[in-house]
């Protein structure tokens, strides 16, 4: 069974970064097909960042040119780079596998 397990979360100042991680197992590493989603209080879900099947990465407008997606074969790694942090990035994020796999979310909270 696919496991997703996200870290890295916590609470930075404004302008600040924090790199996001999801440790796969039970399942062989792609980063294609692989996805960062947030959910802030009071919304949806949101797509923040993802590599298509065919290895194109897509972002949210509002993350573009701050935000990086990126994956480690060997630890079976994603990463979320998240620089330039704004208090409307505050959020739990979450991994996605192309298989429909959720993992349980880290927070994120950008305040002073």
């Known amino acids: 069974q696919v496991q997703l397990v996200e870290s890295g979360g916590g609470l930075v100042q404004p302008g600040g970064s924090l790199r996001l991680s999801c440790a796969i197992s039970?399942?062989?590493?792609?980063?294609?097909?692989m996805g960062w989603y947030r959910q802030a209080p009071g919304k949806q879900r949101e797509l923040v960042a993802r590599?298509?099947?065919?290895?194109?990465?897509n972002y949210a407008d509002s993350v573009k040119g701050r935000f990086t997606i990126s994956g480690d074969s060997a630890k079976n790694t994603i990463y979320l780079q998240m620089n330039s942090l704004k208090p409307e990035d505050t959020a739990v994020y979450y991994c996605?596998?192309?298989?429909?796999?959720w993992g349980q979310g880290t927070q994120v909270t950008v305040s002073l």
């Open positions: 996605k596998h192309p298989l429909g796999y």
């Open positions: 590599v298509t099947n065919g290895g194109i990465t």
């Open positions: 039970g399942s062989i590493f792609s980063i294609y097909g």
